[in-house]
């Protein structure tokens, strides 16, 4: 059970059996007036029997120090009512405080749990520098709309990835924002970005233009950043080698995201389209008929990969698309 839940079940079971308390004293106390007025209006009557008088004299006596005690109870239990009352507030007021208060230090275990993981890849001189690393990383967080946690995942993935420490803060400004544009997840977007920095030799400034330029696809079709992003992970490595560009191979893989093909098939399908064209001339004697039908040959579609990739690519899916679909 909570501070809280306990805290609320004290104040409603005080408050309870004080209003309780009140209620029966206030009703004790109007009897007891009730019956001294009728015992004072009866002396009025009893002048001449002097024996009755006394009597009723003493009543009255007995029953105004009842009175008198029972004022003084209800006076007691007001007080205790205040301080129960008292004691609500101060309960309300904790469980707020720990609250507000057990916020800020989850946030502050979990960035320093996440700076750890950078600590593990990133290899600091000392703990002055870490120290200042982090100071970098929780003022990021104040300009851009992720967490100092989330920030120092993406930092801590662009160390693993092999960025360099002077490029890591610009790194992770970057992934940050893609991150936000794309709808990953920080850790997400640090990895996938990080790789394929790795893949295509880019700076932080040339993935950035990737970035803007895989945005740019998201909001103009039918291809989503998150998909390409995927389907890039996959075929970087057979892009690079086939030599295309990562906008080249972007746009390629938009293409067939458009036209509604998932991300898992269209990475296949990309890998074994450029691994064909990147080796014409080792592949099967069908595939050496199909390019004499696009009037080109394997040793023409080899020099042309060689020459410019991107072009030649273009080149033979025009041609390809002639082609009767059986």
């Keep these: 059970m909570s501070l809280k839940t306990i805290g609320v079940g004290i104040v409603i079971g005080a408050v309870f059996e004080g209003l309780k308390a009140v209620t029966s004293a206030n009703s004790s106390i109007i009897k007891l007036g ?30 105004g120090s009842s009175v008198e005690k029972l004022k003084n109870r209800r006076v007691k239990i007001d007080a205790i009512v205040q301080s129960r009352e008292d004691f609500k507030s101060q309960i309300v007021e904790k469980v707020a405080l720990g609250g507000a208060i057990a916020i800020p230090v989850k946030l502050a275990i979990d960035f320093e749990s996440s700076m750890s993981d950078v600590r593990k890849v990133v290899d600091f001189k000392d703990t002055q520098e870490f120290q200042s690393f982090s100071n970098s990383i929780l003022e990021l967080s104040r300009s851009i709309p992720k967490t100092a ?7 801590a993935s662009g160390g693993q990835m092999g960025i360099a420490k002077n490029s890591l803060i610009g790194f992770t400004t970057v992934v940050a924002k893609m991150s936000t544009a794309f709808d990953m997840s920080a850790s997400d977007a640090g990895d996938s970005m990080g790789r394929l920095m790795n893949i295509f030799t880019l700076s932080t400034d040339k993935a950035k233009e990737l970035g803007d330029a895989i945005n740019y696809i998201d909001n103009n079709s039918a291809a989503k950043s998150r998909d390409i992003v995927n389907v890039l992970g996959r075929v970087g490595g057979i892009s690079k080698v086939v030599g295309l560009s990562p906008e080249g191979a972007t746009a390629l893989a938009s293409a067939f995201l458009t036209q509604g093909v998932a991300s898992d098939v269209t990475a296949t399908a990309m890998n074994a389209l450029l691994l064909k064209l990147a080796t014409p001339e080792q592949q099967n004697k069908n595939f050496q008929k199909a390019l004499k039908k696009l009037g080109t040959t394997a040793q023409e579609l080899k020099k042309d990969m060689d020459k410019n990739p991107e072009k030649t690519l273009g080149e033979f899916l025009q041609k390809l698309s002639k082609l009767k679909k059986e």
Excluded at 149 to 155: F, G, K, M, P, S
């Design 34 to 63: 009730e019956s001294i007025a009728k015992l004072e209006k009866k002396k009025a009557t009893l002048q001449v029997d002097s024996k009755a008088y006394d009597v009723t004299q003493k009543k009255i006596d007995i029953l």
């Design 149 to 155: 946690e989330e920030l120092a995942q993406i930092t």
